[in-house]
């Protein structure tokens, strides 16, 4: 508000004017004064941020006691004082902390009111940003109804047809499809069973093991047994290309005869069946018929009959089956019934909307100011976020600089207009040697040329002194212009643990970490160990503060974990004894591959040496009771018991050689998804303590394995495939309902990288557990190009980083822990970026069906 506005209004409150208190409170608050400030006019060693603290702020009104009592009384002063300053911050009394941390700015009063712009131009973004207030004029008004008719009534009307068209134009011929799709793969896959079979016996017929009558009579026979369907009537036949019959389970009098011109009583399409499946298989091998069928056993009912049949060369045979789809018609029919009904309710719902709008549409236009300041709250609400954070940050809009933050000011001494300058990078960022690649990346972001980036650098504040910091800049979009966010995180220089200072590069976390390892292998006791696992959380913090990679602080945590272990199992056979034979304890999961986290739990196993039977019990006992100390260990120093039980300290996880070896034949032999969610889990291994030809002697069985079972892998893929980008139809993300809230589990959007590496490493028989690694081997291996490899692992590395920290900020704000990240709490560009690094996981899952498209049959 303007000065004279202040005392009109405190005098129509209180008949007070109190225009001194106005004036004293205001100070160099208005428009001319601050300019003046600006110019260098102002009194010496005056500060109008430090004035601005104990002036609009309630620490303020002791002051204003001192300054005016004897003149006012002091119900007086603080009627004025107090009535100023709630009009200057819509209704709020701030505090001094409030101006500190950015939450309110000062408020310049007696400014010239600007012209009437376009929302969002590039003015406006700057006072949005700047929080200045400024005053609009009033467009001329139209008529009432016509510019009710054209704003609201026509685009619902047109978006309710548009709807229409939609559900009916596209939805609903997709999932009529989908369904026809998904009876087509199921039709396929069982006539691919019965071709199986047939394939089977004439594999025994090649090898000799049946005669040539012998394995046709077998195959006969087999298929002539196999039946499917709710009441087990649906049944599978075989002609030959004449076409003759081979075999028809319910018309055995049709067996050998030649079936060019029959026609079946039940069969209502007219078609002579037989003729067009011989046709088929002549033009594509295997194919598809639908055609019209007796509806089961009524005569007078007519079903549309979907069939599938495939070509067997080896015995001129065609084999195929069919199934009824006339539930796709009545699903078709019951979905146009429920949009129609659907459809009726919203209709009369908008209708109805739209009455209650014409109604109360001049009351909203009349009420456009509330509506503004509402919008203002929004803005200083987003503004106190951003002023607030531990971090300064620059925006920048078609390459002019247009906000900055508190943080930011505050940590290099420049006013908001000296950061506005275009150049100010210049002043910034001296031209020294760190900051050559910074310099040449701003320069084009301020050209709009330049993509988004990470630097370490250099930074000088306002009296000459270096600041290392960390500079991210983003690509974002605004108001239709290119832009970027641009951040600076100080890098922080601390001495921990007494171990050296570092002063160089923010890798100087490795002496901490190699005098923690020191202390872990010299505790003598368990209480020891954890005493020095408690420096851990200190040296992640330091490493994250200096901006560590993920990939350091896998290896950090990675490796004082396998070091826990090692003395773990060294502290425990000293209670129990030597072990009586040779063996290897198994670090499992993540734990094998390095990626844990904070809060991971143990997955561990034993493999031990195979004995005599007699001596076997007794082995096994001292490896269980060994698995039971180590896990216990193991959990009194952090790393909890695994909810799953996979721990050395079970049976299931605690075997000889033989019988790990066993376990994995069983698996491949007979693959089951039970069988590859064990194989996933041992197949990421890593031998931690003991005879390490023991681990290898696992990863040798399962290539011979391979070798004798060449199909496992096609299933194998064929299950990884149901591993999915978590996104919905539509390309966004995926989300569960937790607590109310919006999350998204980060744990299951790693998944598919790591089962694509997995698929891969045992393509091409690689032995390491680390999911990078293992991609680096693959695209040496030219199975992959090297940019796959290189966004593979940027996808791998910044979901791990989320996952990793959102794990952190649950812990410190003393919330359960789990891999649920609350997506309402991300901001528009953070949603966007994740959602775009998620959606390339769908690379991963196309890859594997190309490369398994012979033997995996994948809906689309």
Same mark, same amino acid.
């Given at each position: ?56 702020? #309630?620490?303020? @009104?002791? $002051? ?7 003149? %006012?009384?002091?119900? /007086?002063? +603080?009627? !004025? ?105 199921? #039709?396929?896959? @069982?006539? $691919? ?7 089977? %016996?004439?594999?025994? /017929?090649? +090898?000799? !093991? ?651």
């Amino acid at each position: 508000m303007k000065l004279e506005e202040h005392v009109k209004h405190t005098e129509e409150l209180f008949g007070i004017p109190g225009r001194d208190i106005h004036q004293w409170l205001d100070g160099f608050f208005d428009t001319r004064s601050f300019e003046r400030l600006l110019a260098g006019q102002s009194p010496a060693n005056y500060d109008p941020y430090s004035h601005r603290k104990f002036r609009h702020c #309630v620490e303020g @009104l002791e $002051e204003a006691y001192e300054k005016f009592e004897g003149k %006012y009384s002091r119900e /007086e002063i +603080k009627n !004025v004082f107090e009535t100023h300053v709630k009009d200057d911050y819509r209704g709020y009394l701030p505090k001094r902390e409030d101006f500190e941390n950015g939450t309110f700015t000062e408020q310049y009063h007696d400014a010239a009111e600007t012209e009437d712009k376009k929302i969002l131009s590039f003015e406006e973004l700057t006072d949005y940003f700047q929080g200045e207030s400024y005053n609009y004029q009033k467009e001329k008004s139209q008529k009432f109804f016509d510019s009710f008719g054209s704003r609201i009534v026509l685009p619902t009307i047109l978006a309710i047809i548009l709807f229409i068209c939609y559900i009916f134009y596209y939805v609903v011929p997709l999932f009529e499809n989908n369904m026809l799709n998904q009876k087509k793969l199921m #039709v396929k896959e @069982l006539t $691919e069973t019965a071709a199986s079979v047939i394939a089977h %016996y004439q594999i025994l /017929e090649e +090898k000799g !093991v049946l005669s040539p009558d012998e394995a046709r009579q077998r195959t006969i026979d087999e298929i002539k047994m196999m039946r499917y369907g709710s009441q087990n009537k649906n049944y599978f036949f075989v002609i030959d290309m004449t076409p003759k019959m081979i075999l028809h389970p319910y018309r055995p009098e049709l067996t050998g005869k030649d079936l060019s011109n029959y026609t079946d009583e039940e069969n209502k399409s007219g078609k002579k069946l037989f003729v067009e499946f011989v046709r088929i298989v002549e033009s594509n091998g295997e194919g598809y018929l639908r055609y019209h069928w007796q509806w089961k056993d009524n005569p007078d009912k007519t079903a549309e009959k979907l069939s599938y049949v495939k070509g067997i060369p080896q015995r001129g045979w065609i084999v195929g089956t069919g199934i009824y789809i006339n539930d796709i018609a009545e699903e078709k029919e019951s979905l146009q019934l429920h949009i129609f009904q659907i459809v009726g309710v919203t209709v009369d719902g908008l209708f109805m909307l739209l009455a209650y709008f014409l109604l109360q549409s001049r009351r909203i236009e009349n009420d456009r100011k509330k509506a503004e300041e509402g919008l203002k709250e929004v803005k200083d609400r987003y503004r106190a976020l951003v002023a607030s954070s531990n971090e300064g940050f620059l925006l920048s809009v078609d390459g002019r600089i247009i906000y900055s933050n508190f943080k930011l000011q505050q940590m290099l001494g420049y006013s908001d207009r000296e950061l506005h300058q275009t150049d100010f990078w210049n002043i910034i960022f001296p031209d020294v040697e760190n900051n050559s690649r910074l310099r040449e990346h701003l320069g084009n972001v301020f050209k709009n040329e330049s993509d988004s980036g990470e630097f370490e650098a250099v930074a000088a504040d306002s009296v000459g002194n270096f600041i290392d910091v960390i500079v991210t800049t983003s690509r974002i979009f605004l108001s239709e212009k290119h832009g970027h966010v641009i951040s600076l995180r100080p890098i922080s220089r601390k001495s921990h643990i007494g171990v050296g200072t570092a002063t160089s590069i923010p890798t100087d976390y490795k002496p901490i970490h190699a005098f923690l390892i020191k202390e872990i292998r010299e505790s003598n006791r368990i209480g020891h160990v954890v005493q020095n696992m408690n420096k851990l959380p200190a040296i992640i913090r330091e490493m994250v503060d200096t901006g560590a990679k993920p990939k350091a602080l896998c290896m950090v945590i990675g490796t004082t974990y396998d070091e826990v272990i090692v003395r773990c199992i060294e502290l425990s056979i000293n209670e129990i004894g030597q072990p009586p034979v040779d063996f290897a304890f198994l670090s499992l999961g993540s734990n094998a591959r390095h990626e844990m986290t904070m809060f991971s739990d143990q997955d561990n196993a034993i493999i031990f040496e195979d004995t005599t039977q007699t001596a076997s019990d007794k082995i096994r006992a001292y490896f269980l009771k060994l698995g039971d100390k180590v896990c216990n260990k193991l959990n009194a120093s952090g790393y909890h018991f695994c909810p799953g039980g996979i721990m050395a300290l079970h049976p299931k996880w605690c075997l000889s050689e033989k019988e790990w070896h066993k376990k994995l034949e069983h698996i491949m032999n007979a693959p089951t998804p039970d069988g590859f969610l064990e194989f996933n889990i041992f197949f990421d291994l890593k031998c931690t303590y003991g005879d390490i030809d023991l681990a290898n002697s696992i990863h040798s069985q399962v290539q011979l394995l391979m070798q004798q079972h060449p199909l496992f892998i096609t299933y194998y893929a064929r299950n990884a495939l149901i591993y999915k980008a978590p996104l919905n139809v539509f390309g966004g993300l995926k989300t569960e309902r937790q607590d109310g809230a919006r999350t998204l589990n980060l744990k299951e959007a790693l998944r598919p990288i790591e089962i694509f590496s997995r698929i891969y490493a045992l393509k091409h028989g690689i032995n390491n557990a680390n999911t990078i690694k293992r991609l680096k081997e693959i695209r040496e291996k030219e199975e992959i190009s090297e940019e796959f490899y290189k966004e593979t692992v940027y996808i791998f590395y910044k979901i791990w980083e989320l996952r990793f920290f959102n794990q952190i900020i649950k812990h410190s704000g003393l919330h359960k822990v789990n891999d649920d990240l609350n997506i309402e709490e991300l901001n528009n560009l953070e949603v966007e970026h994740l959602k775009q690094v998620i959606s390339r996981l769908s690379m991963l899952r196309k890859k594997i069906r190309l490369d398994f498209s012979e033997s995996v049959s994948i809906e689309r």
